[in-house]
């Protein structure tokens, strides 16, 4: 069975960093396409970022901030948090997906974690 288990969510204040990690376990996803999305309450799912073998894509709310990174010899993925604002507040979700494409739409991952909550604190 697929598993993605989040971590290192928490509360910071406004400019802080936090990093949170994606481990999976049932499958190498070496070949996936690992993304992070976030959802805040009363709004939908966007799109954070995502990783595809060693090239990745950021939302341009995120981008020059945050960074994710990979590790296929663990089957982990991070999401290194900088210059935290208090708009970066959500639920923040690990997301796999099996295509050749590096999407930015829910739909287009097919494995997803519980989420793991980011606040930050203005």
């Known amino acids: 069975q697929v598993q993605l288990v989040e971590s290192g969510g928490g509360l910071v204040q406004a400019g802080d960093s936090l990093r949170l990690s994606c481990a999976a376990s049932g499958r190498t996803f070496s070949s996936a396409v690992m993304g992070w999305f976030r959802q805040a309450p009363g709004k939908e799912r966007e799109f954070v970022g995502a990783v595809r073998r060693v090239v990745t894509y950021y939302a341009d709310s995120v981008k020059g901030r945050f960074t994710i990174s990979r590790d296929n010899a663990k089957n982990t993925v991070d999401l290194q948090m900088n210059s935290l604002k208090a708009e970066d507040t959500a639920v923040y979700f690990c997301?796999?997906?099996?295509?050749?494409?590096?999407?930015?739409?829910?739909?287009?991952?097919?494995?997803w974690g519980q989420g793991t909550q980011v606040t930050v604190s203005s």
């Open positions: 997301a796999a997906s099996l295509s050749v494409r590096l999407g930015v739409s829910a739909v287009e991952y097919e494995y």
